[in-house]
């Protein structure tokens, strides 16, 4: 089921049209996360959603992506065995913590990619990838909040809701799902 009410992007800041979304608490730091989500090359290894990510320009530059760099992805849908669905995206907003605030509660992380190749009046897609710091556990050990979602505006939403919306429903909640796994699990970090 769709979020309601629509979740705001930087490029939608209204939060017109319909929004897929998934969140979870992650007994980890959430600059041990960041890290995770902004290594696209391991994506494959804990990401049954989006399995490719890949930005050319930045790695050609040995450097993190920036607003503007375009690349593609793939993305299974309706299950961690489907064909992939290649999109072509750009980066729309990449936010993190200033230097020194990085562990202090509220703190967030946060990159952006829009869709291309679609008229922009006939539908504007644009995911958001969040972490933010949390207060400790009772444990006393670091966790934070991850965060995805998708608002797709325009007349073209609709249709997407009623052909893959449960689809792009259960895919946000796995790939929440496989992060915390991957994170808690202490798979981040290892060589496979």
Not at 107 to 134: H, N
Not at 174 to 191: A, F, H, I, T
Request: proline share 8%; glycine share 8%.
């Amino acid at each position: 089921m769709p979020h309601t009410p629509s979740l705001p992007t930087p490029a939608n800041p209204s939060a017109a049209g319909t929004t897929y979304h998934s969140a979870a608490t992650i007994q980890a730091p959430a600059a041990k996360v960041w890290r995770v989500l902004m290594d696209f090359d391991s994506y494959d290894k804990w990401n049954t959603f989006t399995t490719r990510v890949s930005f050319p320009s930045a790695a050609s530059a040995s450097r993190p992506p920036i607003i503007g760099d375009v690349g593609d992805l793939d993305a299974r849908i309706a299950s961690p065995t489907a064909t992939p669905n290649l999109t072509r995206v750009e980066i729309s907003a990449v936010e993190v913590p200033r230097e020194g605030e990085e562990g202090k509660v509220g703190a967030k992380y946060m990159i952006c990619w829009k869709a291309l190749g679609y008229p922009t009046w006939s539908l504007r897609p644009e995911r958001v990838q969040e972490v933010e710091v949390l207060e400790p556990g009772e444990d006393g050990k670091e966790r934070c909040e991850f965060r995805s979602w998708e608002t797709m505006a325009g007349p073209l939403a609709a249709v997407v809701r009623r052909v893959v919306g449960g689809g792009l429903d259960g895919a946000f909640a796995r790939m929440v799902q496989d992060l915390k796994s991957w994170m808690e699990g202490g798979m981040e970090g290892r060589e496979e």
